[in-house]
């Protein structure tokens, strides 16, 4: 079973504590009303046939780049902009057109962006946390790097300011590009951090989800390419899902349209969660300032699939080893908790077993 695979499950597992799973709690999102937002849709575009093709890029592209222009204060031309099916897809077509380039990214990684690697057999480079600054500084020219600027799966670490200028100065002196996943992005419990793509969008592709802002099923990502190499990007996405389903376009864009482009709307309740979680795992992990994920280590512990199994069937509380995201060995006492599926209480009953054993 694969890495996602297995992740995918987790989310189905029935525990008393699951801090395992990075779903998004759904429970605590107003209710989308599918209809509604299809027919404010057809209001504002009634001549486009929701059933039929349609243009690989997307249907709408001009509301993705008012959802740019309202939440992040930048002038992003529709043409360069495509709707994915969730930043995977973008992320699966952009190694297909980066095959022949080295590939950098972060370790610990996400692993649906390794995993896709691995299967179109391109040529991986792990960047370790030691020698971070003087590896990427040496990156190749035309290499990709993928990265989460905002919020990083597994680690949840987020770059700084002075970071993010650092890293796009790189880019831009040594002509290679990078990929920022900003799928937790609009998790800030604090004022957000601005985007890599403000700071340098020549070499930056943005690319965000509706997975976790709205719901997973809606499969819908805008994805922000520089001019360069969007019509490259375009034609590989011709060959591989033709386009995006109409039909979860249009519920998107009557959303948005709705809530007047707002991505935030609907997220003050888990926020009021995050901030409430913040001050107990800010006992074990002072660096947490948002988002789904934070890191637990237990000294001298070999934290592996067994022992999480063990913890599964002994306290009922599911977490996942950070070796399952490294191919490092310093991570090995190391695991990933996803704090944005329990209640506070509960975080603290877990927190103190965790640190009980």
């Not at 709408?60 to 939440?71: C, D, M, S, V």
């Not at 074990?284 to 890191?295: D, E, K, L, R």
Request: net charge negative.
């Amino acid at each position: 079973m694969s890495r996602i695979n297995f992740l995918n499950n987790l989310a189905s597992t029935k525990v008393n504590y699951n801090l395992g799973a990075g779903i998004p709690p759904l429970v605590m999102y107003p209710e989308i009303h599918l209809t509604e937002c299809m027919e404010i849709f057809k209001q504002n575009f009634p001549t486009v046939d929701l059933l039929q093709y349609h243009q690989t890029e997307g249907l709408i592209t001009e509301i993705a780049a008012e959802t740019f222009l309202k939440n992040e204060n930048i002038k992003v031309a529709p043409n360069q902009i495509m709707i994915t099916n969730g930043v995977q897809e973008a992320i699966f077509l952009t190694l297909i057109a980066f095959k022949d380039q080295p590939i950098y990214c972060l370790d610990p990684y996400y692993p649906g962006l390794v995993d896709a690697a691995i299967a179109l057999n391109c040529r991986l480079i792990f960047i370790n946390e030691e020698t971070k600054w003087e590896q990427i500084e040496n990156i190749e020219k035309g290499a990709l790097l993928y990265l989460s600027a905002d919020f990083s799966n597994p680690t949840g670490q987020t770059l700084t300011l002075e970071e993010r200028k650092k890293l796009v100065n790189f880019a831009e002196k040594n002509g290679w590009y990078i990929f920022d996943d900003a799928t937790y992005r609009e998790f800030y419990i604090d004022e957000k951090i601005n985007t890599l793509y403000s700071l340098l969008s020549e070499n930056v592709i943005h690319a965000t989800s509706f997975s976790k802002l709205l719901a997973p099923g809606l499969r819908t990502g805008f994805v922000y390419f520089p001019a360069e190499m969007k019509s490259k990007l375009t034609q590989i996405k011709s060959v591989n899902s033709l386009n995006n389903s109409g039909i979860t376009q249009s519920i998107i864009a009557g959303w948005l349209l709705k809530n007047e482009f707002d991505l935030t709307a609907q997220l003050s309740e888990l926020k009021s969660r995050l901030l409430a979680n913040k001050h107990i795992i800010t006992t074990i992990n002072p660096s947490y300032t948002g988002g789904f994920f934070t890191s637990f280590t237990l000294p001298n512990k070999e934290i592996d699939y067994n022992w999480c199994n063990q913890l599964l069937q002994t306290h009922s509380i599911a977490v996942c080893p950070m070796r399952m995201f490294s191919e490092s060995s310093n991570y090995n006492d190391a695991m990933r908790l996803c704090i944005s599926n329990i209640q506070p209480n509960d975080l603290q009953i877990v927190i103190n077993t965790l640190e009980s054993i």
